[in-house]
C-alpha cells in the first residue's frame, strides 16, 4: 500500500506528464534529454556540446537561436549535478508556443519514479514521452474471466478500472429432448461444441494474460454453477497463469456485469488491492456521515480547510480529479491581498475593492496545498481515484474532498 508521500510523488508526476503533452513548438526547438541513472554527467556535457556545433549550422535563425538557448540551459544546470539520481534525471527544455507568435522559455526537470536504461536526446516540435509514460500504467493488474456454457467475458482489473477484453457468445446447444441413439450422438455433439468454446475462451484468456505475467498479480475465474470449475481444472488455460489463479466465485452474470460482480467478491477476500481500499475508505467515510450525530466525518472544501488548519483531521480523502489552484492574489492598483481557489485554467479575478484585475503573488496545485497541510498537521492523506465508482462518489456528492476527524468537536458534542 502506497504512503501518503509515494501518492503526491505519483500524483505531481502524471500531472508533470499531462503538462508536457499540451506544449508545442513553433519549429523543432523542443529538446526532450533521457540521462540514466548509470550515465556520467561529463559524457552528457560533452555529447551536448557536440550538439550544440552541430546546431550551429540550423539554417532558420530563430530556430537556431532558440535550440542553443536550450542547449545552453541544460549544460548551466547540469553543473549542479555530480551524478544523475538513482531513477534517472530527464530535461525538457525549448521554446514553447503561447499566444499568436509569440513563444517563451520553458524548463521543466524529472526525475522519475523508476529508473530507465536508454539515454536519448530529441530535439522535435513536441516533447518525447515515451519512456515515462510507460511508468504511468497501474501496477496493480489483475486477469478476470467470468463464464458459463453460453457466455464467456474475459478482462483486465488495472488499479481501480475494469477493461472488457472480449465477450464472447457460444454455439452449444441447448436441452435436447432426443432418446435413445440420437441422444448420445446428440450429447457428444454438445460436448464438442462446448470443448470448443472453452478453447476458444482459454485462447483469449492466454493471449491476453501472458504479456502481463510478470506484472499480473492475481487472476478470478467466476460464473453460476460448475462450468468455471471445469474450465479451471482440464488444461484451456496454460500452466503459467493456473498458477495465478487466486480463487473461483459463485456469481450471477457471465458479461460485463458479471466482471464487476467478480471484482465485488474478489476485493472482500483481498483488502490490499487498490479497488478494495478505495472502497473501505469511503465506506468508512459514508458509515460517519450517516451517524444521527454527524460522526467524524467531514466534508466540502470550507469545512475540510478549516478543519485541516486546526489540526483536527485523522484521514484526508482527495480525488485525484481535483483540478483547482490555491493562490494569493494581490491587487497593483489598492494593494488589496486575496487568498483563493481558483479552477484549472483561471488566473486571476478582478479586485472586489476597486475592480483592477489581480496579481498572482504565489500559486500552487489545490491537491498539494491540502497535502502539505495535511502532512503539517499528522494527517494520512488518500488520493482517490477518479475511474473508481468510490471516486466518482467523492467528486459528485462531496465536491472532490473529505475527511474524518480525530475527534468530535466540542461545539458539536453540545448539540
Known amino acids: 500500500m502506497e504512503d501518503s508521500e509515494s501518492q503526491i510523488r505519483r500524483y505531481e508526476f502524471k500531472k508533470a506528464l499531462n503538462e508536457l503533452t499540451k506544449l508545442h513548438g513553433r519549429g523543432t526547438e523542443l529538446i526532450s534529454l533521457y540521462i540514466p541513472p548509470d550515465k556520467q554527467i561529463s559524457d552528457v556535457v560533452q555529447y551536448l556540446r557536440e550538439e550544440f556545433s552541430t546546431s550551429s549550422n540550423i539554417k532558420s535563425k530563430s530556430t537556431r537561436k532558440n535550440v542553443l538557448a536550450a542547449i545552453e540551459s541544460i549544460m548551466s544546470r547540469l553543473k549542479y549535478y555530480k551524478a544523475p539520481p538513482e531513477t534517472g534525471l530527464v530535461f525538457f527544455v525549448g521554446h514553447v508556443a503561447t ?32 519512456q515515462l509514460q510507460t511508468q504511468l500504467g497501474e501496477k496493480e493488474i489483475y486477469g478476470l474471466i467470468v463464464m458459463d456454457r453460453k457466455e464467456a467475458t474475459v ?6 478500472n475494469i477493461n472488457v477484453i472480449t465477450n464472447e457468445q457460444s454455439l452449444v446447444p441447448s436441452k435436447h429432448h432426443q432418446g435413445g441413439q440420437s441422444s448420445r450422438r446428440y450429447e457428444r455433439l454438445i460436448e464438442i461444441a462446448a470443448h470448443e468454446f472453452f478453447k476458444k475462451v482459454g485462447d483469449i484468456a492466454n493471449e491476453a494474460f501472458m504479456p502481463n505475467i510478470r506484472e499480473m ?39 460485463e456485469s458479471g466482471l464487476r460482480e467478480l471484482v465485488e467478491k474478489a476485493s472482500t477476500n483481498i483488502k490490499d488491492m487498490k479497488i478494495s481500499r478505495e472502497k473501505d475508505l469511503m465506506n468508512r467515510f459514508m458509515m460517519e456521515i450517516k451517524k444521527s450525530d454527524g460522526g467524524l466525518g467531514v466534508y466540502g472544501e470550507a469545512n475540510v480547510l478549516a478543519a485541516l488548519r486546526a489540526k483536527t483531521i485523522d484521514l484526508l480523502l482527495v480525488s485525484e480529479d481535483l483540478d483547482k489552484s490555491h493562490v494569493i492574489l494581490k491587487c497593483p492598483n489598492c494593494g488589496n491581498e486575496r487568498e483563493m481557489f481558483l479552477p484549472g485554467g483561471q488566473d486571476t479575478v478582478n479586485c472586489e ?33 477518479d475511474t473508481s465508482e468510490e471516486g466518482k462518489l467523492l467528486e459528485r456528492a462531496f465536491g472532490g474532498i473529505a475527511g474524518i476527524l480525530r475527534y468530535v468537536p466540542k461545539e458539536q458534542q453540545i448539540q
Not at 478482462?155 to 481501480?160: E, K
Not at 484451456?236 to 473461483?248: F, G
Request: hydrophobic share 35%; aromatic share 14%; glycine share 8%.
Open 99 to 130: 499566444r499568436g507568435d509569440q513563444t517563451e522559455m520553458y524548463t521543466k526537470i524529472i526525475e522519475p519514479p523508476e529508473p530507465f536504461q536508454t539515454f536519448m536526446y530529441k530535439c522535435d516540435s513536441v516533447f518525447h514521452l515515451e
Open 217 to 255: 498479480k492475481a487472476i478470478f475465474i467466476g460464473g453460476p454453477g460448475s462450468t468455471k470449475n471445469y474450465f479451471f481444472e482440464k488444461d484451456y488455460l496454460r500452466n503459467e497463469l493456473k498458477a495465478k489463479v487466486n480463487d473461483l466465485f459463485d456469481i450471477g452474470y457471465t458479461d
Open 353 to 385: 475593492k476597486c475592480g483592477t484585475p489581480m496579481t498572482v503573488v504565489q500559486k500552487e496545485d489545490f491537491l498539494e496545498y491540502l497535502f502539505h497541510l495535511a502532512e503539517a498537521s499528522g494527517a494520512k492523506t488518500e488520493i482517490i481515484s
Open 155 to 160: 478482462g483486465v482489473l488495472s488499479g481501480t
